[in-house]
């Protein structure tokens, strides 16, 4: 039988376990960060599936280390060294960005926590001649991603519907993508061209990943094939 | 025979009593998400004209034992998922090369607007992924700029799998 003492006991080794507390006290500023570096590892997966060959690339310099934003910014900001990817699939451009910033069609700007977007116009934005936020046509793909230790909240999916909206008619692909899971919202997501629920998107649910991953060599496939 | 000397509620108190002593944070997101409850369907008899059965959502609070699965959920989020997150990531990146500009004379250049060319290295090597913490437009400093994410040895996420469950175990009462 159980006794109150086995269970206190198996509470301390968990909290004591070097990725217990301490984890958590050392991750607790940055796991959303962390989950979007999850979230664009599966995108570098998806491009080299498809026989590309993704590349790290930061804004000023080769990206050693390569730096994901702490907060929303532009995709031409030289603050820091920020990472992202490039890749090319039958002869059209892409790159890969995180927490960049792009221009709604209704002017208000908005950030993608992650994304895949036309190369072309990503390289006009970091043109010094040239310096702008990307336009809503450039984005091919953008995903919110949240991390949450409960229940996702109602208003997350509202937002982001939202936000896709305001990015018009030519997005491929986009996606709530969380740890954690909402009945309603995925209810709320069903209809055609609202954004995807991926949810119990982690390493702990791999098909999950699949499906993350093959819906974007899908579309990336049917845009670049003609 | 009941299996265990506590009830779930005993043995949940247990659980958040231990959580604030070590993380008050760690301590309220768990609770938080205990007290966000859940959504059931409820069906009112049909009465009077109406002769279906009427069925609504009402939100209700978890059970203890609920509460108990709600608060493992959140545990295991932070300290088994977070550290996949970053192994997962760590994986994709070291596969992936690292593009270096090849210089080329000026009057080579390319505009703007055109891919640059480069010089392919370090793929399959592990590389440095680093979070801003100290961000581009903050005015006051915080301490560290930068926190790099590093991978854990999976023995030990392993090892907080296996703790989770055998807490999964020791607080199974659905048997009783």
């Known amino acids: ?226 | 025979m009941s299996a265990h000397q506590y009830s779930p509620r005993q043995a949940l108190e247990v659980l958040t009593q231990k959580l604030r002593a070590q993380d008050e944070i760690l301590a309220a997101h768990v609770q938080a998400a205990i007290d966000a409850g859940k959504d059931v369907s409820k069906a009112e008899p049909a009465k009077g004209k109406r002769r279906n059965v009427r069925v609504y959502r009402q939100t209700v609070p978890f059970t203890h034992q609920e509460a108990l699965e709600v608060a493992f959920d959140a545990l295991q989020a932070y300290f088994v998922e977070q550290p996949l997150f970053i192994e997962a990531a760590a994986e994709s990146f070291a596969k992936t090369a690292v593009g270096v500009p090849i210089q080329r004379r000026r009057t080579q250049a390319v505009s703007g607007e055109e891919r640059e060319p480069l010089s392919l290295e370090q793929e399959g090597d592990e590389k440095m992924i680093e979070i801003e913490l100290q961000t581009a437009t903050q005015i006051t400093t915080t301490g560290d700029e930068v926190l790099p994410l590093k991978r854990t040895p999976m023995e030990r996420v392993e090892e907080q799998k296996r703790n989770i469950a055998q807490l999964r175990k020791l607080t199974d009462f659905t048997e009783e």
């Open chain 1, 1 to 226: 039988m159980a006794t109150l003492q086995d269970l206190e006991d198996a509470i301390d080794v968990l909290l004591n376990h070097p990725l217990g507390i301490a984890q958590y006290q050392l991750i607790q500023r940055v796991e959303e960060k962390a989950y979007e570096a999850y979230i664009f590892g599966l995108c570098l997966r998806a491009a080299r599936e498809l026989g590309a060959t993704p590349v790290l690339r930061g804004n000023t310099a080769p990206p050693t280390p390569f730096v994901f934003r702490g907060a929303p910014g532009q995709i031409h900001s030289t603050g820091r060294n920020y990472g992202y990817a490039e890749f090319t699939l039958n002869n059209q451009d892409f790159e890969i960005h995180a927490g960049v910033e792009f221009k709604g069609t209704s002017g208000m700007t908005h950030e993608l926590d992650v994304c895949i977007m036309r190369a072309s116009h990503a390289r006009a934005c970091r043109n010094p001649q040239s310096l702008d936020d990307p336009p809503a046509a450039s984005l091919v793909g953008g995903w919110e991603c949240k991390f949450f230790a409960g229940n996702l909240q109602k208003g997350l999916g509202r937002a982001f519907v939202g936000l896709m909206d305001d990015m018009g008619g030519t997005v491929r692909l986009s996606g709530l993508c969380s740890n954690s899971v909402h009945p309603q919202l995925r209810d709320y997501f069903q209809p055609q061209r609202r954004p995807y629920p991926h949810f119990r998107l982690t390493p702990l649910y791999p098909s999950n990943e699949d499906i993350f991953v093959n819906q974007i060599k899908g579309e990336l496939k049917k845009m670049t094939a003609s």
